[in-house]
């Protein structure tokens, strides 16, 4: 699930502040960084599943369910912090996370992972460089960021952003329609899937992958490329 995060696609800016130099995570902004009119679209749901209070819910629901079930034993059930605690240790460390390094090991082949990875960078790339090259006026270096969350077993959550290591203080930019639908149609296929570049991520243990570019290095026949819409 792609969310393209920018002052025209959240619903407050003040989530997008940036406090140091780029790459920079946005997925620990939470709900901060919701879609507009969120409550109908489905990544509000998926970005509402990243905190912990509703995963904690949804991991206890054992402990009602069999409270309605065997009313007698209600108060026993309702007095079991410790087992409550277990629970949902044991399902945000084994469903839906990849405990050791050895499993995370297990999850692809090496090689796999670096074809993967060495496809994303190319993509990342061509796409910043076609952002970059749509925008004369741009001076500073850019990166376009790709996150996932850690979450395994669920659908994937990707976060997509392009920061600027701006003179005024990092920032992030303010993408056009065209330009998201670069994003949109440039980055994610058949032949790599969030779900591919999440078991790299798993296996990695690492979560953010990004690609820097220097205005300055862009030549002009992909400025003229971008200028004629190509």
């Given at each position: 699930?792609?969310?393209?995060?920018?002052?025209?696609?959240?619903?407050?800016?003040?989530?997008?502040?940036?406090?140091?130099?780029?790459?920079?995570?946005?997925?620990?902004?939470?709900?901060?960084?919701?879609?507009?009119?969120?409550?109908?679209?489905?990544?509000?749901?998926?970005?509402?599943f990243e905190q912990s209070l509703p995963r904690y819910l949804i991991a206890l629901t054992p402990f009602p369910v069999a409270m309605m079930i065997w009313p007698d034993l209600a108060l026993p059930i309702a007095q079991a912090p410790l087992a409550m605690f277990i629970l949902v240790y044991w399902v945000e460390a084994n469903v839906l996370a990849v405990p050791t390094k050895e499993k995370r090991a297990k999850l692809m082949p090496r090689e796999e992972?670096?074809?993967?990875?060495?496809?994303?960078?190319?993509?990342?790339?061509?796409?910043?460089?076609?952002?970059?090259?749509?925008?004369?006026?741009?001076?500073e270096r850019m990166h376009l960021v790709v996150e996932q969350s850690p979450l395994k077993g669920i659908v994937p959550l990707t976060l997509v952003s392009v920061q600027v290591e701006?003179?005024?203080?990092?920032?992030?930019?303010?993408?056009?329609?065209?330009?998201?639908?670069?994003?949109?149609?440039?980055?994610?296929?058949?032949?790599?899937?969030?779900t591919l570049l999440l078991r790299i991520n798993l296996t990695e243990n690492e979560f953010l992958r990004s690609s820097a570019l220097d205005p300055a290095t862009i030549s002009a026949h992909a400025r003229l490329l971008a200028m004629a819409g190509d």
């Open positions: 699930m792609l969310h393209i995060v920018c002052p025209a696609t959240v619903l407050g800016r003040e989530g997008l502040v940036l406090t140091s130099a780029p790459p920079r995570p946005m997925l620990w902004r939470g709900l901060g960084i919701c879609p507009r009119n969120p409550f109908g679209k489905k990544i509000f749901w998926r970005l509402l992972a670096d074809r993967g990875l060495d496809l994303l960078r190319v993509r990342l790339r061509e796409v910043l460089t076609r952002i970059v090259a749509g925008r004369p006026e741009a001076a701006a003179a005024g203080g990092p920032q992030v930019l303010d993408l056009t329609e065209a330009e998201r639908a670069m994003i949109e149609e440039g980055i994610f296929d058949d032949a790599l899937p969030e």
